[in-house]
């Protein structure tokens, strides 16, 4: 069994830039979720992903936008971004089961983003 | 963003200690979940709770689901130094967002 993957795992960018990080979900699952987890505190829901439509969004602005595969895996898009972006980006899979009460949600190592 | 209020902000103890720590919620939740987070790893699924009152263990850590809903505390015992990292509780309410904890940095001396 593949666990979640994401890439890159560090990526510098510089303000008003565009970024594009990827992420492959656990073998099994169909659903992505992805998360900000700004240093020293807890990770941030920013959305989630299933049946390739979004399924879900914290509160976070229209220039955070993500995209789901056929195969479940998934891209988190940030246009114009800021320096406040800077932080560990992680993603999440699970399995959605129609009528289940609940969704373990499994991560990967995350990738860290510096905006300059 | 909306984060759950986490108990002790960080430890430190002896090897062969208990730890114990909790989280609580101004509201309910269907899911109380566990993680454990390593520097510059993501986090790692340790116990997950569904009901009401459960108590669940995993090897030497227990948590239970807080009998109002908006509450949850985990345990180790005997602790061991690779049980040094951050843990973090986590609510959900439906099938879609964690709100997570602000973490408990735990820290284990030989």
């Known amino acids: 069994e593949t666990g979640v993957t994401q890439s890159p795992t560090h990526l510098i960018k510089t303000r008003g830039q565009q970024v594009t990080l990827r992420c492959s979900s656990q073998s099994g699952h169909n659903t992505v979720s992805w998360y900000q987890q700004a240093l020293g505190q807890g990770p941030q829901f920013i959305f989630q992903y299933y049946r390739e439509e979004e399924n879900g969004r914290g509160n976070f602005p229209p220039r955070f936008s993500g995209l789901q595969f056929p195969n479940y895996s998934s891209e988190l898009n940030v246009n114009a971004l800021e320096l406040d972006d800077s932080a560990l980006y992680l993603c999440?899979?699970?399995?959605?089961?129609?009528?289940?009460?609940?969704?373990?949600?499994?991560f990967g190592p995350g990738t860290r983003l510096t905006v300059l | 963003g909306q984060q759950l209020n986490q108990s002790p902000q960080s430890m430190f103890i002896q090897e062969g200690e208990d730890v114990s720590m909790n989280c609580t919620s101004s509201?309910?939740?269907?899911?109380w979940l566990w993680y454990k987070q390593d520097p510059g790893e993501g986090p790692v699924l340790l116990i997950a709770?569904?009901?009401?009152?459960e108590l669940t263990s995993n090897g030497r850590l227990t948590a239970q689901f807080g009998i109002t809903r908006k509450d949850s505390f985990l345990n180790i015992s005997a602790s061991i130094p690779s049980d040094v990292g951050i843990y973090f509780c986590a609510g959900q309410h439906s099938l879609d967002k964690l709100i997570f904890g602000t973490g408990t940095r735990l820290q284990v001396f030989p």
């Open positions: 509201s309910i939740f269907n899911t």
């Open positions: 709770l569904y009901k009401a009152g």
């Open positions: 999440a899979s699970s399995l959605a089961v129609a009528g289940g009460n609940n969704n373990e949600q499994f």
